[in-house]
């Protein structure tokens, strides 16, 4: 049984960092897609980033490129997004995700395994 847990979250200012992490266990994770979704209160659970474990291939919604940054080590299985340059429009409840296969998906329904989230706050 696939299990994620997500760690990092915390209250930040505005132009401010925080790196999100994700524990993965239960599965061999090389051969899944892995995922960061957000979620603000009243809105839809929205795609942040994806990596393929394989070979690290990424890809980024428009309103985090350039800003965030996701990434694995192999060794802890664990999966990290940097965040950087932090706006008050970033808060929300952040969630890891995972399904097997290579291809990268933006649509939350793609994704089989889900973390508890975690709580970012982007004061202004």
């Known amino acids: 049984q696939v299990q994620l847990v997500e760690s990092g979250g915390g209250l930040v200012q505005a132009g401010g960092s925080l790196r999100l992490s994700c524990a993965a266990s239960?599965?061999?994770?090389?051969?899944?897609?892995m995922a960061w979704f957000r979620q603000a209160p009243g809105t839809e659970r929205e795609f942040v980033a994806a990596?393929?474990?394989?070979?690290?291939?990424?890809h980024y919604a428009d309103s985090v490129k350039g800003r965030f940054t996701i990434s694995r080590d192999n060794a802890r299985n664990t999966v990290y997004l940097q965040m950087n340059s932090l706006k008050p429009e970033d808060t929300a409840v952040y969630y890891c995700?995972?399904?097997?296969?290579?291809?990268?998906?933006?649509?939350?329904?793609?994704?089989?395994?889900w973390g508890q989230g975690t709580q970012v706050t982007v004061s202004s």
């Open positions: 995700a995972a399904s097997y296969g290579g291809r990268l998906y933006v649509l939350a329904a793609r994704y089989d395994y």
């Open positions: 239960g599965g061999t994770f090389s051969m899944y897609r």
């Open positions: 990596l393929r474990w394989s070979d690290r291939s990424t």
